[in-house]
């Protein structure tokens, strides 16, 4: 059994993670910015603990995180706002991989998503280039890191039932990245027990090979 803290808990992603932790029998905690959130992410098996991570300091996600052995991040400002996007996309994210560093957990799996890179090639007017810039950054820091990362790049979120089945590093990203958030829990969740993850950035969707196979093959 590990202990296992998911950053961003209340988020869809997030709440299929716990459930999947948890009945394995994993000690989860799920770090939640509106108290009211508490009780939904309780129901998953998670213990929830209140901390606005875009207002906190690293030493006060470093005091949430400790005793954990790895972290998973998972929270994202939403879009839409451009300055917030980047306090938490970018800022809050790298404070957490400090704050993991300095707590002494050294496993952090970063949630980002497909594509995701300094050369994204979104256009400055694009609504979605200040959450391009700020996913890129953060995952250049965590490369940058000490600690033992791992970088999920799921395509297009969807909502529909997880199968299990995945396709790595797909041929055309730019068509059909269909992926059921509860699959990007069953990587995010395969991923924490699989060492030969670690030091990797793992870009996949929906497909027809099992998450583990497909994380595990040459």
Same mark, same amino acid.
């Given at each position: 059994?590990?202990?296992?803290?998911?950053?961003?808990?209340?988020?869809?992603?997030?709440?299929?993670?716990?459930?999947?932790?948890?009945?394995?029998?994993?000690?989860?905690?799920?770090?939640?910015?509106?108290?009211?959130?508490?009780?939904?992410?309780?129901?998953?098996?998670?213990?929830?603990?209140?901390?606005?991570?875009?207002? /906190?300091? @690293?030493? $006060?996600?470093?005091?949430? !995180?400790?005793?954990? =052995?790895?972290?998973?991040?998972?929270? #994202?400002?939403?879009?839409?706002?451009?300055?917030?996007?980047?306090?938490?996309?970018?800022?809050?994210?790298?404070?957490?991989?400090?704050?993991?560093?300095?707590?002494?957990?050294?496993?952090?799996?970063?949630?980002?998503?497909?594509?995701?890179?300094?050369?994204?090639?979104?256009?400055?007017?694009?609504?979605?280039?200040?959450?391009?810039?700020?996913?890129?950054?953060?995952?250049?820091?965590?490369?940058?890191?000490?600690?033992?990362?791992?970088?999920?790049?799921?395509? /297009?979120? @969807?909502? $529909?039932?997880?199968?299990? !089945?995945?396709?790595? =590093?797909?041929?055309?990203?730019?068509? #059909?990245?269909?992926?059921?958030?509860?699959?990007?829990?069953?990587?995010?969740?395969?991923?924490?027990?699989?060492?030969?993850?670690?030091?990797?950035?793992?870009?996949?969707?929906?497909?027809?090979?099992?998450?583990?196979?497909?994380?595990?093959?040459?």
């Amino acid at each position: 059994m590990s202990r296992i803290a998911i950053i961003g808990g209340h988020g869809k992603v997030a709440r299929h993670l716990s459930r999947i932790l948890s009945e394995e029998g994993h000690d989860v905690t799920s770090i939640v910015r509106n108290p009211d959130h508490v009780a939904e992410v309780m129901e998953t098996g998670a213990a929830a603990e209140v901390l606005d991570v875009e207002h /906190s300091t @690293t030493a $006060e996600i470093a005091q949430a !995180l400790g005793g954990h =052995d790895a972290v998973v991040w998972s929270a #994202g400002a939403g879009g839409g706002n451009p300055a917030r996007t980047y306090a938490v996309d970018r800022d809050a994210a790298i404070r957490s991989m400090d704050a993991s560093g300095d707590a002494g957990v050294k496993r952090y799996v970063m949630v980002s998503y497909l594509g995701a890179s300094k050369d994204h090639g979104i256009p400055e007017d694009h609504g979605f280039f200040p959450y391009a810039e700020a996913k890129a950054a953060a995952d250049e820091y965590l490369r940058s890191t000490g600690l033992d990362w791992t970088i999920l790049g799921p395509g /297009s979120l @969807t909502d $529909e039932a997880p199968t299990g !089945l995945i396709e790595v =590093d797909p041929t055309d990203p730019g068509k #059909g990245t269909q992926t059921s958030r509860g699959n990007v829990a069953l990587v995010a969740a395969a991923a924490l027990e699989l060492p030969r993850t670690i030091g990797r950035t793992i870009s996949f969707k929906d497909g027809g090979v099992d998450v583990v196979d497909a994380l595990t093959a040459e």
